[in-house]
């Protein structure tokens, strides 16, 4: 064990999730990055074969168990906890709300409302003694009714506000929600194959647009934002609803 910062990541093994786990190893923080599969997680961890600075763990951020258990052993091994950046999220069902499956609504929640609600629960007692962090990612979608989205809408509108709870609730922990931007990941992908179907055609044209002109914003860059946040949020912030290129907020980590 050392005293560097410990973050806790979830949906790293991909994406901005990765990134940012990414960024916070190569500046010397102790990481714990959750994906929901072995197969998901192998990979990231190959790439940093033989590091004690890195725990990989396995878990569905949906169920509140596996949310205990990944923020226990993250303190397990090493002793602290310093932020947690809620990351891990999905856009499904693609679908208008008159035809959305309900058990594949419900699961949307889970994933991206219930998880950040559990695994916060789970780390506030260690997040109060550090002084500690939580990280959100939201979305424009929180803010926005896009035809299609709705759980994703619904869902993300809640982590927000739930950020806004857990800075009343808990002062001395900082917790913010990042719109981390329109972002080059398996999420557009997905937005791209399915959207059409169930989006009006501008907003259909709008998202293939982005792609095709190179508009999508590489993952590392809100990536450098979260983990600017998750190491040096001041408490200021705490509550706010920020767009990664608020100008608060900084982008250079430095652990050591």
């Known amino acids: 064990m050392t005293d560097r910062p410990v973050v806790l990541v979830t949906g790293a093994s991909r994406g901005i999730g990765a990134a940012a786990a990414r960024r916070l190893l190569a500046r010397g923080c102790q990481v714990a990055i959750v994906a929901r599969t072995r197969e998901g997680i192998a990979a990231f961890a190959a790439e940093t074969a033989g590091t004690e600075m890195l725990l990989p763990l396995t878990g569905d951020v949906a169920r509140e168990p596996d949310c205990?258990?990944?923020?226990?052993?993250?303190?397990?091994?090493?002793?602290?906890?310093?932020?947690?950046i809620n990351n891990a999220g999905i856009l499904g069902p693609v679908a208008r709300l008159a035809d959305a499956d309900p058990s594949a609504w419900q699961y949307n929640l889970a994933v991206n409302l219930l998880g950040p609600f559990y695994l916060a629960r789970a780390a506030i007692p260690h997040l109060r003694s550090t002084r500690g962090r939580i990280v959100n990612v939201?979305?424009?979608?929180?803010?926005?009714a896009i035809e299609g989205w709705s759980a994703y809408c619904v869902a993300k509108a809640g982590v927000t506000h739930l950020t806004r709870l857990l800075a009343a609730e808990e002062p001395d922990i900082t917790t913010v929600a990042l719109r981390p931007g329109v972002v080059d990941t398996a999420m557009q992908t997905m937005i791209r194959a399915e959207g059409p179907r169930v989006m009006t055609p501008e907003r259909t044209a709008y998202f293939a647009q982005l792609k095709e002109a190179g508009k999508l914003l590489d993952p590392a860059i809100p990536a450098a934002?979260?983990?600017?946040?998750?190491?040096?949020a001041p408490s200021a912030l705490s509550g706010q609803f920020l767009d990664y290129d608020d100008p608060r907020i900084g982008d250079?980590?430095?652990?050591s």
Request: aromatic share 8%; no cysteine; hydrophobic share 55%.
């Open 68 to 84: 205990r258990q990944v923020v226990a052993d993250t303190v397990g091994r090493f002793g602290r906890l310093d932020a947690l």
């Open 138 to 144: 939201s979305s424009g979608a929180a803010v926005k």
């Open 225 to 232: 934002k979260l983990a600017w946040l998750a190491l040096y």
């Open 252 to 255: 250079e980590v430095d652990a």
